[in-house]
């Protein structure tokens, strides 16, 4: 039987440990955290997962909330003129519903699940030292998180990185005692103020099994939604939203005004430089191990690729590893298979960098989405499958052509 090790209990980690461990083989995981902390702990992030990953989750029996939380089935989004006047709105059912399950819960409810099916749990904080002796008694050793001085060991790779700084500063909390009204209970809201940054608000399942809510910020640098730095508790980040969304949104502030944390460390603010990275990381000794999720390739949170990107690489990682034959998990494996993700992952990367610097096409899209429903559940479709946005949303040229056929569509049908 073949030993693997994975390093990182978060969502790529995890995932690839349980379906490894499903396939046959020998997995040890090891995390920095028990479970009972990662539960306890802040949030590592607030990401919603889109159909095709929620999917995967299932296909591994991991989807132990399907039937508590009532998943977002439509989409809200606000271009707003500077005064804060809506000036495109964009309303649309979501076909596929989408899910966002408190990430304590989650890793936390994953790892006693995955020693329960047979996997190997360490506790353990990791350095390239042990990463050493850790080589010599697996086959493969796949990294999952980039923190610590393990990021250092997967170089970023300038070709296919655009950013060397943060486009945003991030800032979110889990709250509930919001005024939504219960028609727009399951939907994703988005407002978004050009040139000053975005706000958010979509449903959430919390750490203790509750239904809550996501307010989120993601603040244009310097801009006048960047208020968030010098935060120091979860009671100050949640008066300080109430204060900015009263200032730049004063019609979503009637929503938030009585807002309450659902526990003390349910926030988190800062920043992200979206980077991708070498997936081959060189030890001390000249040994190898394989980067996934985090590890090689990270997202801004505005475009909510980052937990669909890392299961869907992870998937892949796995399929890779249980392919027929006994093939040596080498240099020259490794870099096969994340060419063969980037292929996808490429196009995660571009829509992300379309929100956080938005082409002038990208205004025609966002009209067109608000007045034809067919483009809307195109784009919809597109965040949970990013190569399907290519090129109509990528490319000016391209969007034209796409909506002029759009249009033409809409006339013939009428």
């Given amino acids: 039987m073949r030993r693997i090790a994975i390093i990182g209990a978060g969502q790529a980690g995890l995932y690839l440990a349980i379906g490894l461990l ?5 997995v040890t995981l090891f995390s920095d955290r028990t479970p009972e902390a990662i539960l306890n702990g802040k949030p590592m992030g607030l990401p919603i997962l889109f159909s095709n990953s929620l999917e995967l989750e299932r296909n591994l029996k991991l989807n132990f909330w399907d039937d508590e939380f ?8 606000q271009v707003c003129d500077p005064e804060g006047n809506p000036a495109i709105v964009i309303s649309s059912p979501i076909e596929k519903p989408w899910q966002a399950v408190d990430q304590r819960l989650k890793f936390s409810t994953w790892m006693h699940e995955f ?5 190997e749990l360490i506790i353990q904080a990791m350095t390239p030292n042990d990463l050493d002796k850790c080589v010599k008694n697996y086959d493969l050793v796949v990294v ?10 997967f170089e970023p790779d300038t070709q296919k990185s655009k950013h060397d700084q943060p486009q945003r500063y991030l800032a979110s909390v889990i709250v ?6 219960t028609a727009d209970s399951h939907t994703v809201k988005m407002t978004l103020l050009p040139g000053v ?3 958010l608000l979509y449903p959430f399942y919390a750490k203790d099994k509750i239904p809550a809510y996501v307010v989120a910020f993601e603040a244009c640098l310097g801009e006048v939604m960047d208020q968030f730095s010098q935060i120091k508790s979860g009671e100050e980040q949640v008066e300080m939203s109430k204060k900015v969304m009263q200032q730049l949104k004063p019609d979503n502030y009637e929503v938030v005004k009585d807002m309450q944390l659902v526990d003390d460390q349910a926030w988190l603010n800062g920043t992200i430089t979206p980077i991708v990275r070498q997936p081959i990381g060189r030890l001390p000794s000249g040994a190898v191990v394989m980067g996934i999720g985090d590890a090689v390739i990270l997202h801004d949170p505005l475009s909510g690729q980052g937990a669909n990107n890392a299961t869907k690489m992870a998937h892949l990682v796995k399929q890779r590893i249980i392919d027929p034959g006994n093939q040596r998990f080498n240099e020259s494996w490794m870099q096969k298979v ?5 292929n996808y992952a490429q196009y995660t990367h571009a829509f992300t960098d379309c929100l956080l610097t938005p082409p002038e096409h990208l205004q025609d899209i966002m009209v067109a989405m608000s ?10 479709n597109g965040i949970n499958h990013p190569p399907s946005l290519s090129p109509w949303f990528f490319d000016s040229q391209s969007t034209k052509e796409y909506l002029a056929q759009k249009n033409s569509c809409v006339k013939v049908s009428a």
């Fill in 144 to 153: 999952s998180t980039g923190r610590g001085s393990l990021s250092t060991l």
């Fill in 197 to 199: 940054g975005e706000m």
């Fill in 70 to 77: 009532p998943s977002c089935d439509k989409f809200r989004s």
């Fill in 371 to 380: 007045e034809n429903p067919e483009v809307a559940r195109d784009y919809l």
């Fill in 176 to 181: 509930t005692n919001l005024n939504v009204d």
């Fill in 22 to 26: 499903d396939a046959g083989y020998a």
């Fill in 115 to 119: 020693v329960k099916r047979g996997g």
């Fill in 338 to 342: 994340f060419d063969e993700f980037w």
